[in-house]
Nanobody
């Protein structure tokens, strides 16, 4: 079955860096569109980074999405972190299978930016 497992979250001071990973299985990873979303307390889920160079304005120049198709893993490198980046970060996969669109979510990983 499809699995998306995020890791790499944690507590970091403002200005610090974290790298999130999302390990995927159960589908043809190289054919999937992989996207990172986040949800802050009391707010809706928002797109952070996805596809090729698609970033939220609030993270442009600080966050970088990348993928390793050999490892079935997508990454989110987060630099110059701010307290407003505090959220649960989710990995999303979208792909076609037998002519039907499929979408899956990971369980999320908490990122807290605080001094």
């Amino acid at each position: 079955q499809v699995q998306l497992v995020e890791s790499g979250g944690g507590l970091v001071q403002p200005g610090g860096s974290l790298r999130l990973s999302c390990a995927a299985s159960g589908f043809t990873f190289r054919q999937a569109v992989m996207t990172w979303y986040r949800q802050a307390p009391g707010k809706g889920r928002e797109l952070v980074a996805g596809g090729i160079g698609n970033y939220a304005d609030s993270v442009k120049g600080r966050f970088t999405i990348s993928r390793d198709n050999a490892k079935n893993t997508v990454y989110l490198q987060m630099n110059s972190l701010k307290p407003e980046d505090t959220a649960v970060y989710y990995c999303n996969a979208q792909f076609m299978h037998w002519g039907r669109s499929n979408e899956y979510w990971g369980q999320g990983t908490q990122v807290t930016v605080s001094s």
